[in-house]
């Protein structure tokens, strides 16, 4: 018997990788070959990079390795000026963040702060619901979104599953109080089913009341008397509507209980994936579009742009506490229902089931222990390096910055780094020799090992972000050599029409939508460069249209492969794709009218956006000036 021939769309499709690495440098071979200038063949690179990273057909990490071999085949940068790009400032301050962030991870520092914020905040829903989200922001300032949602998701899921248990025993024992009734009910014993003769008396309904999680469920058995030994029963459902069937079925029929705990747990796993998008936004460090935007600024601007940890975290905390609230609300709104909003002020009781989901924390915690030396020791090296960098050059005081010479030298690169060296110096336990030897001591004079080791960073460390970052500076090295950035330019001038803040609602929505379907980082990588020279055409200040759109790329909410903590919550189960496009469209469009508000308020103030600065001047218009100034200076004198 003759088999199946596969149709051919199918075998295509099998080899679409292949189809697509070979077909699209083919496919654009014509511009090098029709534009034999520079800026024609680096604009073929370019394209071809943006394929490869679109499509993934290749480790996003080797396609930033491209630059390395097509620029100087192609006769646009040497390799030695290409190479440079791969190790700047902006990728030892990446490094040095992660090198402490590890240190976090491998002391379960992360996992103590998590927990003991969830004992504060409590354990009804909308509050454990703002405690996971409060938590997986301020972790993800500092480490990993990925490591914070993978670490978080766990918890969640250990609090979801003790809440589900005491629900099914709470069910399971009104279904057995029930049926104890309508035995007795039926029974004709005039004193076991508490009916009454024909006097019409009636007693006290009797009351079964089922907490959950916030909602107050009662299923009330009420008996009227009809006539000698008549007994009806009557169920009424969270709705109050009475229906009058036996009460052990209403039990355990169908209820909206059901429904409600599942959209409980699916709140609070989107909870986590959108606080750690949206934390990660506050901080220098805190994700990979933010230093793509200080590499891409350094590396075109030099370093007078005012961007560092501080002035960052001066504009974008604001802008990233005011989406984290409107998160939470419209999660409440939507997984929780409006009574959880309504009911906002108004205080009572825990339930027995929200003292279940305290004790899991509560035993989670205890399992930790006391803090060890480790820990508050990597505890003390974090708080002083995120003072360090909130202090160095704040820009609206002078910092400590300023107070070294030559000013620029130390960088939040050479902090971080600084730091993250004195991990690997110090010991994880307390000294057991010399002075330091407690006389209780029973164990032999040895040297502890240090907080930090090799072997950790070297399994921990994104290894390929880091390329991917250096080759985004690459890229942006080889347009401006080339050429093509001042041709970009050019082609932007028709946008002079618009209003600037219309411009910049555009271009944040474009990026959000963009960054759906492929890499924040490259993303940030491919527009930054673009925005440079339309910001240099339109003669406003780069970072007007540079850092919403930065922030943008990190407005990943409507998929699962629009990043890591969304495949993480996704793959732990019971949620589907139109769950996410469902709240996440309507979270899309939340941060980008917040982050219209704070470019256009106080970032506009602060960063003084409304002049061109002298800093994105060409280095030629910078030299006239300086000279037209002197000349000025000399003939007033």
Request: hydrophobic share 50%; with cysteine.
């Amino acid at each position: 018997m003759e088999s199946k021939k596969t149709p051919l769309y199918k075998q295509l499709w099998a080899v679409k990788s292949t189809l697509i690495l070979i077909s699209v440098p083919l496919i654009f071979l014509p511009i090098p070959v029709i534009f034999s200038s520079p800026a024609g063949r680096c604009a073929y690179a370019i394209l071809i990079m943006a394929f490869y990273w679109m499509t993934e057909v290749i480790p996003m990490a080797v396609t930033a390795l491209l630059p390395v071999v097509i620029m100087p085949w192609l006769g646009i940068m040497s390799t030695k000026d290409i190479s440079q790009n791969y190790l700047k400032d902006a990728n030892m301050l990446f490094f040095g963040g992660l090198m402490v962030a590890v240190a976090v991870e491998k002391w379960n520092l992360h996992k103590r702060i998590a927990l003991r914020v969830l004992m504060l905040v409590g354990s009804k829903p909308r509050w454990l619901m703002f405690g996971f989200m409060a938590t997986t922001a301020f972790l993800s300032m500092w480490i990993s979104n990925t490591a914070t949602t993978a670490m978080m998701v766990p918890i969640s899921h250990a609090v979801l599953t003790e809440l589900g248990n005491h629900r099914r025993k709470t069910k399971a024992d009104a279904k057995r109080n029930a049926n104890a009734y309508d035995n007795g009910a039926f029974s004709g014993d005039k004193e076991s089913n508490g009916c009454v003769d024909d006097h019409h008396q009636t007693t006290p309904s009797q009351t079964m009341t089922t907490h959950f999680s916030g909602n107050e469920v009662k299923t009330t058995v009420e008996r009227e008397i009809h006539g000698p030994f008549s007994c009806t029963t009557t169920d009424l459902s969270p709705d109050s509507h009475p229906v009058t069937k036996n009460s052990a079925d209403a039990v355990e029929g169908p209820d909206k209980e059901d429904e409600w705990f599942e959209a409980v747990g699916k709140g609070m796993r989107l909870s986590i994936a959108y606080a750690a998008n949206i934390g990660g936004t506050a901080t220098l460090t805190g994700t990979g579009p933010n230093l793509v935007l200080k590499g891409q600024l350094d590396l075109i601007y030099g370093p007078e742009t005012g961007i560092n940890f501080s002035s960052w975290f001066v504009f974008a905390f604001p802008n990233m506490l005011i989406s984290l609230l409107l998160a939470w609300f419209w999660l409440m709104l939507i997984y929780l229902g409006p009574r959880e909003i309504l009911n906002f002020c108004r205080r009572r009781g825990n339930t027995e089931e929200e003292d279940s989901a305290a004790d899991v924390i509560h035993r989670e915690y205890e399992k930790l222990g006391r803090m060890s030396f480790a820990e508050a020791a990597v505890l003390g090296h974090f708080v002083i390096l995120a003072l360090l960098w909130l202090t160095r050059d704040p820009e609206i005081v002078p910092g400590w910055g300023t107070l070294l010479t030559p000013r620029n030298y130390v960088t939040d690169a050479c902090v971080a780094i600084t730091i993250s060296v004195l991990l690997f110096m110090v010991p994880s336990k307390w000294p057991n020799y010399l002075c330091f030897r407690r006389n209780a001591a029973d164990d032999q004079p040895s040297p502890a090992p240090p907080l930090l080791d090799w072997p950790t960073i070297h399994k921990q460390i994104p290894w390929n972000v880091m390329l991917l970052l250096g080759g985004g500076f690459a890229l942006a090295d080889a347009c401006k050599v080339s050429g093509l950035s001042a041709i970009i330019g050019d082609l932007f001038v028709n946008f002079k029409s618009f209003p600037k803040w219309i411009l910049v609602l555009i271009l944040s929505t474009l990026t959000a939508t963009f960054t759906e379907v492929t890499s924040n980082v490259a993303t940030a990588t491919i527009f930054l460069p673009i925005l440079a020279e339309l910001a240099k055409s339109l003669h406003v200040n780069p970072l007007y249209l540079m850092l919403p759109v930065t922030i943008s790329a990190s407005f990943a909410f409507m998929l699962p492969v629009a990043t890591p903590p969304n495949a993480i919550v996704f793959a732990y189960g019971n949620m589907k794709i139109l769950d996410m496009i469902k709240a996440g469209i309507v979270m899309n469009a939340f941060c980008l009218l917040v982050l219209q508000l704070a470019i256009n308020t106080w970032g506009f103030s602060y960063f003084g956006l409304g002049e061109f600065p002298v800093w994105a001047m060409e280095l030629s218009d910078r030299s006239n000036q300086t000279t037209a100034a002197a000349a000025f200076n000399s003939s007033s004198l």
